[in-house]
């Protein structure tokens, strides 16, 4: 795992941010156009949502950093290796598809990537083994990222997500015998407790979603 260059990346990123605006211009612009499902404060409402891209950004390595130290510490490492090395060449080498955007709001686009390749792969454990695979929940930070990045382009990174996920995983990838030995890792107490020193997972990103709310 090189999280050393995703951290520079996301440096440069920010430096380009600083002398250019971009980001801000681009959520300045959407703000009147968000769907009023995400709940963002009264005052500086532009603020949270920088914040929010940044810290969503800035979650891809932590995530990378965590899910690397468990696995080895775990054991778990050949089912977990797999999906971080998807999730990281999402930042080192995007698809062609992000090419259209610079600074943070490409990274915009490969953290969405990231995070949508580890929810997805999330959903696959839930449903065969009753848990996920990396105990981050990125749901609501996903759907506000999604219209942050636009309904048509999102939806086209996630047909990236999911090419992703059936190359690497699918239904007879989960009935190997193999695959059974990790149920019971997944779930012993080693396990939780090695996620639990890293609090960086449960982080909160300052933006919420009011899910029952009408369009």
């Known amino acids: 795992m090189n999280i050393a260059a995703l951290r520079e990346q996301i440096t440069r990123a920010h430096q380009h941010e600083t002398e250019t605006g971009q980001l801000k211009e681009q959520l300045v612009q959407q703000l009147p156009h968000l769907h009023p499902s995400i709940q963002l404060p009264e005052i500086d409402a532009q603020g949270a949502l920088t914040r929010f891209v940044g810290a969503y950004i800035e979650q891809v390595p932590e995530m990378l950093e965590a899910a690397n130290s468990v696995a080895r510490e775990a054991g778990i490492e050949s089912q977990i290796k797999p999906v971080l090395k998807i999730a990281e060449q999402y930042f080192l080498q995007p698809p062609a598809i ?7 709001g490409c ?3 490969e953290a969405y ?4 390749l580890v929810e997805e792969v999330n959903d696959l454990y ?4 009753n848990q996920p695979l990396i105990p981050l929940d990125t749901t609501v930070a996903n759907l506000i990222a999604h219209q942050l990045i636009g309904e048509e382009f999102a939806n086209q990174l996630d047909e990236v997500v999911h090419h992703s ?3 690497m995983l699918n239904e007879e990838s989960f009935a190997l015998e193999s695959v059974e030995q990790y149920r019971d890792k997944l779930s012993s107490p080693a396990t939780g407790a090695a996620w639990k020193r890293w609090p960086c997972l449960s982080r909160q990103l300052g933006v919420g979603l009011e899910l029952d709310q009408s369009a």
């Open 165 to 167: 996920v059936d190359e």
């Open 98 to 104: 992000t090419n259209t955007h610079l600074g943070l």
């Open 107 to 109: 990274l915009l686009d």
């Open 126 to 129: 839930i449903k065969h083994f």
């Open 113 to 116: 990537l990231a995070h949508r």
